[in-house]
């Protein structure tokens, strides 16, 4: 007897049953990334070395600008200046800026403006009351923008974008006064955790809440103007005639108003091959960077652009725009990363300071107290006070 195959038949609702499982997994999926991205959003700050870098980054870089135009400071901004106060003013009414170098024509107010403007770098450099300070810092940095728009050469509009953004940011809970205070408070018990009743303790949660979500959401914004301005500037130069057969830098390397250094700029000229190879690899890095910011090619692209970033600032004499690029770019570098770098610094200055004392290195060790600071924290979630202390 012949045995006679059996092919299973499905039953009418199988198919039906089963797309539903696959539309139930997709879902459970989707809602698992966003459970996960608020989780990111609110549980803990990110990047908070990189904040910080920010800060100390722009703060000084803002302060060496103010010092170096210091003897031209009347020329550029003051009741001297071509463009007076009342010109800026007409201009205000049509592009919505302010200034508060314009409240008045006295040189006495210009020069305590400017002397303010010089301590709030300072103090925002060194991270002293981070929050408030930050505020006075977009404050001086939109204000003197403002007063002198077409004196720029570009870096400054950056420096007001992120002088605003870094408002919403913890950028003074590492590397600042704020958060040594704080370790010397936490070290003599001073620092303990909302007292009081329920309320004051969920009030005290909801602000905790609220500053990590402004913390990430500027940190967020950050990187994002960072890759727009990256990719806008790659696409723009995709449709240029000149990059595209290879000879914008020649023309860029002869424009007098941007030459500094003549005779080093015709040097690097005679080299085409080579300024036309650095004028495609320039392109792709732009375009492509905002595609690599994930995983270990990040490194390379951006040694690549402060490469690029430096000789812009020798080659065409622009250090205040190259110096507000490359410290944006510090923002896509991870925790892990500043904190390896710290530990580096502290070995490097514990084997100078046991090389100028003379002292063995188990003395030295002894002398010199470990620091739990925040360079060498590597557990950045474990927090003594709320962040919003900065």
């Known amino acids: 007897m012949e045995r006679t195959e059996l092919t299973p038949v499905a039953a009418p609702g199988a198919p039906r049953r089963t797309t539903e499982r696959v539309a139930v997994r997709t879902l459970q999926r989707v809602l698992d990334r966003v459970h996960a991205f608020f989780a990111l959003l609110t549980e803990r700050p990110v990047s908070l070395y990189a904040a910080a870098a920010l800060r100390i980054g722009y703060g000084l870089l803002y302060l060496a600008f103010l010092l170096r135009e210091f003897p031209h400071r009347d020329e550029m901004w003051g009741p ?162 000149k990059w595209g057969d290879g000879t914008a830098l020649h023309y860029v390397l002869n424009i007098d108003l941007f030459r500094p250094w003549p005779e080093l700029s015709h040097m690097i000229d005679g080299h085409q091959v080579l300024l036309a190879m650095v004028g495609y690899l320039t392109v792709l890095v732009q375009v492509a960077f905002p595609f690599v910011l994930f995983g270990r090619l990040k490194y390379p692209v951006l040694i690549v652009l402060l490469g690029m970033h430096v000789n812009i600032a020798v080659l065409m004499g622009l250090p205040l725009f190259s110096g507000a690029m490359i410290v944006a770019d510090a923002v896509f570098l991870p925790d892990r990363f500043y904190r390896a770098v710290g530990r580096v610094v502290r070995r490097a200055v514990k084997r100078t300071g046991v090389a100028g004392t003379g002292a063995s290195p188990g003395t030295a060790r002894a002398a010199v107290p470990s620091q739990s600071g925040p360079v060498g924290d590597t557990n950045p979630q474990v927090e003594p006070v709320a962040p919003t202390s900065q």
């Open 80 to 241: 001297g200046s071509p463009w007076t106060p009342a010109l800026a003013r007409q201009m205000f009414d049509q592009s919505g800026w302010a200034s508060v170098l314009t409240l008045s024509d006295s040189r006495v107010y210009f020069e305590v403006c400017y002397a303010m403007a010089l301590v709030t770098c300072a103090l925002f450099l060194l991270g002293w009351r981070t929050r408030a300070v930050s505020v006075l810092f977009a404050v001086v940095v939109v204000s003197f923008h403002a007063k002198a728009i077409f004196m720029a050469d570009g870096g400054d509009n950056l420096m007001v974008l992120m002088a605003v953004y870094l408002v919403l940011t913890s950028c003074g809970r590492r590397w600042s006064l704020d958060a040594r205070r704080i370790r010397l408070q936490v070290s003599v018990g001073k620092t303990a955790g909302p007292r009081g009743n329920d309320l004051r303790r969920h009030l005290a949660d909801a602000r905790n809440t609220l500053t990590i979500v402004l913390h990430n959401c500027g940190m967020f914004v950050i990187a994002a103007q960072v890759c727009f301005l990256y990719g806008c500037a790659g696409l723009y130069k995709v449709q240029g005639l």
